[in-house]
Nanobody, 119 residues
């Protein structure tokens, strides 16, 4: 069982920055992939950014160039640096971890942290 605890959300004006953190209860070396998803009211949850165990990253087109995902294996933590925030970035942001084991993939989720961007 993996527990994920997010922090760093809040209210910010358009053009501002926030950094989200997600601390895992196990070593990130044992996790195959981690990422950030978001869900706005009335919309489906979508992938924002992901980082694999080898450090490769991927981003949604809407955040590319503005958001950066990173990981600190010594702290079992991943981060999402969000710059040039827009009102449409407003959502609950969730941390996700994937572990592959015996041919199956197991997904774990954090509780979510609210990000609100005012215009």
């Amino acid at each position: 069982q993996v527990q994920l605890v997010e922090s760093g959300g809040g209210l910010v004006q358009a053009g501002g920055s926030l950094r989200l953190s997600c601390a895992a209860s196990v070593s990130t070396f044992s996790i195959n992939g981690m990422g950030w998803y978001r869900q706005a009211p009335g919309k489906q949850r979508e992938l924002v950014a992901g980082i694999s165990s080898d450090g490769s990253t991927n981003y949604a087109g809407s955040v590319k160039g503005r958001f950066t995902i990173s990981r600190d294996n010594a702290k079992n933590t991943i981060y999402l640096q969000m710059n040039s925030l827009k009102p449409e970035d407003t959502a609950v942001y969730y941390c996700n971890a994937i572990i592959y084991n015996s041919g199956r993939d197991y997904h774990y989720w954090g509780q979510g942290t609210q990000v609100t961007v005012s215009s």
